[in-house]
């Protein structure tokens, strides 16, 4: 394999690879040498007349280019593929290593296909940051192997040397949780900004956002009156209970994020999780700062923070049942130290079908991933999961199925109790 292939992705044969079917993971590593292993199973399936390749998108020096690219390869293969191809989430990591993952694709082709294929991934090598690997049986017929496609000056080339690939253990951390942090969660205002200065080149959005930050994020004297936030999934009543607590207690009512940046949020929701939560936490240090303000002629309630900009976040950048989530406790359910930290923050929740009922009966449109909360029950698990285990200050659950009225009462009881007002 040539050198400079390999430093793309370093320590290649302690690298673990993934390829998700049908929203499962199958792992398999790489090997010189073969010491009668098991063939991996998404290979053990695999007919002999059928070819597979991944796509494996390295991270170049410009990190908002790559993700931006990997949004965008997706739709390149979909598009340019021949359809019988078929299509699969893949990765490649070090097992426990932060940072190590890099994300693809998994092609499974046949004979038919193999040259449009081959055609479509020689391009793709010659052009964009990825690595590419075509898989075939062994001279035994038994095992397969790996080949690393190399560029060359004028072509494009199949490594001689090929790989054993061989079946692999579930790591004791799954692979999406390696770059959570500070890729799809950020723990400061510099980190987050430091990516929204990055997108004022390509995104000229970026730009009328950066303008709206507050010049200073350094904690104000803490506001004299008490902060509630009400978090919860969409339809589970913080509208109802936001509105009802500002006229019961006088209170100044903080919509998340912050209205200034309505303007721009559909623009950012198409951006690749990087871009798009950068935006979302950058507007938790705008509602902070309004916070900072109100807060000292008024309580202030607050529709929305970081708990739904991290548990969102989290949740959507892994994949599975809520096992595969970080465990309790990890660095990665932090509250950002340089943010404001509420008196009290209360997690409404409720059945799913009641939540469903709700839904139906507001008859808005819903946002693609509120789409996805109906539809893929484990993302809304792993949402609420991930709401409970953030820490600094936890959230307060509190059960949104009884009537507004009760659920208003409910939550006065514990902002007397917390906050005594
Ligand atoms: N406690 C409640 N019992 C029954 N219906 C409710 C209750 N709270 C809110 N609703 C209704 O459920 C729907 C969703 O509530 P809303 O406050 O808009 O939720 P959210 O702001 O969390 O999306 C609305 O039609 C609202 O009138
Ligand atoms: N402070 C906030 C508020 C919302 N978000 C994100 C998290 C989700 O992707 C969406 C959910 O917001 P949405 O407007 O769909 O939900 P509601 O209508 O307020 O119930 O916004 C965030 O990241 N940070």
């Known amino acids: ?32 040498k073969h010491l009668g292993e098991d063939v991996p199973r998404v290979f053990r399936e695999v007919q002999n007349r059928d070819k597979c390749y991944s796509v494996l998108v390295y991270c170049s020096r410009d990190r908002i280019k790559t993700a931006k690219f990997y949004g965008e390869l997706k739709d390149k293969l979909l ?59 062994a001279e035994d017929g038994q095992q397969w192997t790996q080949h690393m496609w190399s560029e060359t000056a004028s072509q494009v080339m199949d490594v ?32 987050a900004y430091d990516v929204m200065k990055k997108c004022g080149d390509i995104i000229p959005e970026a730009k009328a956002v950066l303008e709206l930050l507050p010049s200073r994020v350094e904690a104000r004297n803490k506001p004299d009156f008490p902060v509630i936030v009400i978090e919860g999934l969409d339809a589970t009543g913080k509208t109802t209970l936001t509105e009802s607590l500002k006229d019961t207690l006088g209170a100044t009512l903080l919509p998340s994020p912050p209205e ?22 950058l507007g938790n240090y705008i509602t902070a700062d309004q916070i900072g303000r109100e807060g000292m002629k008024t309580p202030v309630i607050v529709d929305r923070f970081w708990h739904s900009t991290a548990a969102y976040a989290i949740a959507t950048a892994v994949s599975g049942p809520v096992c595969n989530l970080p465990g309790e406790g990890s660095e990665v359910y932090c509250w950002p130290s340089d943010l404001f930290q509420p008196s009290l923050v209360v997690l409404l929740t409720l059945d799913p079908e009641e939540r469903k009922r709700r839904l139906r009966n507001r008859g808005q449109g819903k946002t693609d991933e509120e789409e996805e909360l109906d539809h893929n029950q484990l993302f809304r698990l792993r949402v609420e999961e991930a709401y409970r285990r953030i820490s600094g200050p936890a959230c307060v659950t509190v059960d949104a199925s009884p009537s507004a009225d009760r659920v208003l009462q409910q939550v006065l009881l514990l902002i007397r109790g917390k906050c005594h007002l």
């Open 260 to 281: 200034c940046l309505s303007p721009w949020r559909a623009r950012f929701d198409q951006e690749p999780p990087l871009i798009r939560r950068a935006f979302y936490a």
């Open 1 to 32: 394999m040539s050198k400079q292939a390999m430093s793309l992705l370093p320590r290649w044969c302690s690298r673990i690879f993934s390829v998700e079917l049908n929203g499962a993971p199958f792992y398999f590593a790489v090997k010189e």
């Open 160 to 191: 001689a040397k090929g790989y054993y690939v061989v079946s692999s253990e579930a790591p004791e951390y799954h692979p999406s949780t390696l770059n959570i942090i500070n890729s799809d969660v950020f723990y400061s205002f510099d980190e």
């Open 79 to 137: 598009r340019d593929l021949p359809p019988e191809c078929r299509l699969s989430p893949m990765s490649s990591f070090l097992p426990n290593v932060r940072d190590s993952l890099v994300k693809g694709y998994f092609l499974k082709g046949n004979s038919d296909t193999s040259s449009p294929i081959e055609r479509l991934l020689s391009d793709l090598i010659q052009h964009d940051p990825v690595l590419v690997c075509s898989y075939s049986p």
